[in-house]
């Protein structure tokens, strides 16, 4: 195509073409690269030309993640210079930082210490806070009506309040529906509730910290009926000295249709904090927990629940019959479930005329970590020679097959699999895929090796352990599109 019928383009098409073009350069890289890379995309890409820049520019204002005082600075002093790019900001994620350095920014992903990932010379805690303050309050000081998902992390209590309370002055952030803070100062919970209230469209809150936000009944709203979701990634240690004085869940959110808990937990806190959540849930996560969890009890106290999610032990047997007659759609097993792969083909075999329609497991034996991939990119990076390289692949191999147990067998996955061929029940995650663990081994490896060529721009180790043809096509299953630029001919 040439320029100029590139450039007459509608600014939709155009625009969705320089969003595929920054995914395309990072589609098989790690969080951070990916988001280096997509802001360096289109950084370059905004100097094309003026209108390209102009669209690469809303691009790269959708979703940002602030992770140093000048980046938040910066920011401000754009989005204010720049009003239209007030309307393209959709996601926000601000992190506090006490540390201070010239070369930070702000951009698409972790980007804020500067692309060598250091922050050089410290300054004072109080002169980063201070900076914080000041263009925090810039930022919010105008409305950023497109924003829908705000994210605050790792901020002092004095910052944070100032943040949710600026957010929940009327008309700053019309659109905005899902909160999260993350490592936030423990003291004053109630007082992050009450701001709360004040984002009257807010449908999701999550908080991630040490100490459980619990609402307090000194100083709490009375209801906030538009939150739909809860997300509490926390451990329950301080439930016993909050328990006296705190609120029913349910009254706090009397429409929660989706509660999330993760980490530790103590079952008899557990069982308090479910008797007194709303009976409306449909989606539930059960986090571990320190005794085996009383599944029949759960689904008689959410007669609608149609999704739970459970990584604690429970006793699945004796609860197959309540389970069958509930309106469970999706059962998420992983982590330390104990369950047999028989007990779930029983439970499936007699699923026909019940709701179940997906089974998700990810119960994996102890030898197979969850990022193997990532594993082996790491591990060749370090190790792999032309010499060495089949032997490794070996070594890898060994890694990667199941050390098969009594409950974790190949015959009792296969009967598992096949019950759910004949039912009709989805059978998904990691689980499933374990008699299969040669085919992901081979194409795992194979990417490996692809992104070891790629990082290092040598492809001596891939051509010896393929051969050229084969080589050349693993470089174009993994980097569609750019064989030719880093694959010599011969």
Known sequence: ????????????????????????????????????????????????????????????????????????????????????????????????????????????????????????????????????????????????????????????????????????????????????????????????????????????????????????????????????????????YEATTLEPCMSPLGSLLPNLTTLQLSRYWDRNHLE????????????????????????????????????????????????????????VRVLALSGQVQVSLDTLADLIVRAGNSSLDRVHLDLLPDNIPLSRGLELRGYLDDRATVENVAVLAQQMRERFEPMWTTDLNPTSLTRLLNAAEVTGVRLTGQTATLLSWEDEYEASFEQALVEQAAGKDDYSVLKAYYGHERAMDAVRRHRPGQAQLWMPSS
């Open 272 to 327: 308090r904090l479910l008797a007194t959540t709303s009976r409306s849930l449909q989606t539930l996560s059960l986090p571990d927990c320190t005794e085996r969890i009383d599944l029949s009890s759960v689904l008689t106290l959410f007669p609608l629940l149609e999704e739970l999610r459970m990584v604690s032990a429970t006793v699945l047997h004796n609860a197959i019959p309540r389970l069958l007659s509930s309106r």
């Open 1 to 236: 195509m040439t320029p100029t019928r590139f450039l007459s383009l509608p600014d939709e098409l155009l625009s969705a073409i320089i969003e595929v073009t920054a995914e395309s350069w990072q589609s098989t890289e790690s969080h951070w690269n990916r988001a280096v890379l997509r802001q360096s995309t289109l950084t370059a890409l905004s100097l094309v030309c003026r209108r390209v820049g102009r669209l690469a520019q809303t691009c790269l204002h959708v979703d940002i993640h602030v992770q140093s005082a000048i980046g938040l600075a910066s920011l401000a002093n754009t989005l204010h210079v720049r009003r239209d790019l007030r309307c393209s900001v959709k996601r926000l994620h601000i992190e506090y930082r006490a540390r201070l350095n010239g070369s930070d920014t702000y951009g698409r992903g972790y980007i804020g210490g500067g692309y060598g990932g250091g922050y050089g010379d410290a300054r004072t805690s109080s002169s980063a806070e201070g900076m914080y303050e000041c263009a925090q309050r810039g930022l919010l000081s105008a409305p950023l009506g497109a924003l829908k998902e705000l994210e605050l992390s790792s901020m002092p209590r004095a910052l944070l309040m100032e943040a949710l309370a600026q957010a929940g002055v009327p008309g700053i952030v019309p659109a905005l529906s899902k909160l999260q803070l993350r490592y936030y100062d423990k003291s004053d919970r109630a007082s992050v509730w009450k701001l709360v209230a004040a984002l009257p469209r807010l449908t999701e809150v999550a908080f991630e910290s040490p100490s459980l936000p619990l609402p307090m009944m000194q100083a709490y709203p009375a209801s906030l009926p538009s939150v739909r979701s809860l997300s509490l990634r926390s451990t329950s």
